[in-house]
């Protein structure tokens, strides 16, 4: 109930592709899904972040595609590029008005981009 | 921009040893966190610490984990008696509430041989 899934493990694109990473949750009291890049040697950064009121956010090349009743969001990376290339966790989170909630984070996508 | 600090950035010890792992939150920030990842696995919850008490801890977070803030800045994760499975990457997180999003620290490796 509480675990957010993830895939793909690992993919790799061409520059200028799309990357497209995938997850689904179980627990529909959570009200916040935010991704995170983590570069090697350094911890998550908070990337882009949705709430289920919205099917779509996007920010730059940076877009989460939110579908509630399938209890599915994903991550598309639009024009890819090499500097891209690191480790992308979707999370959820029982967040309300407040960030203090604890955030559980899926299994990761090590994303490589080619030249 | 402000930033959440961890030391030491590896600490290596031998199983059975105490462990101290320093952060220091964001100075107006009031909710604390510390996360693990064990190599190449997912992140983690460990617990969270709001008001001098904590808040939530996670079936991990058994009696050998305590956390304290001993000053205004400063916030530690103590393993007790480590254990070869305790060796992960622990990420400490702070937050201001309310809209605000959790920051991350760059990490602790610690190493329990």
């Known amino acids: 109930q509480q675990q957010v899934k993830q895939s793909p493990q690992s993919l790799i694109v061409q520059k200028g592709g799309i990357s497209i990473i995938n997850c689904a949750y179980e627990?529909?009291?959570?009200?916040?899904f935010p991704w995170y890049q983590q570069f090697p040697g350094k911890g998550p950064a908070l990337l882009i972040a949705i709430r289920p009121d919205v099917s779509e956010k996007k920010e730059g090349r940076f877009t989460i595609s939110f579908n509630k009743s399938a209890k599915q969001f994903s991550l598309h990376i639009m024009d890819s590029q090499p500097g891209d290339s690191a480790t992308y966790f979707c999370a959820a989170s029982l967040r309300g008005y407040s960030s203090a909630s604890k955030i559980i984070f899926g299994s990761g996508t090590r994303l490589s981009i080619r030249p | 921009e402000p930033e959440v600090t961890q030391t030491p950035s590896h600490q290596v010890t031998q199983m059975g040893q105490e462990v101290i792992l320093r952060c220091v939150p964001i100075?107006?920030?009031?909710?604390f966190y510390w996360y693990r990842q064990i190599l190449g696995q997912k992140v983690e919850f460990l617990v969270s610490f709001y008001n001098n008490e904590i808040s939530e801890k996670s079936e991990i977070f058994d009696d050998q984990f305590s956390v304290e803030r001993p000053d205004g800045s400063n916030f530690t994760l103590k393993i007790r008696s480590t254990k070869l499975e305790d060796s992960a990457m622990y990420f400490c997180?702070?937050?201001?509430?309310?809209?605000?999003?959790?920051?991350f620290g760059p990490g602790t490796r610690l190493t329990v041989l």
């Open positions: 627990n529909t009291a959570f009200d916040y």
């Open positions: 100075s107006n920030h009031l909710y």
């Open positions: 997180a702070s937050t201001s509430g309310g809209a605000d999003t959790q920051y």
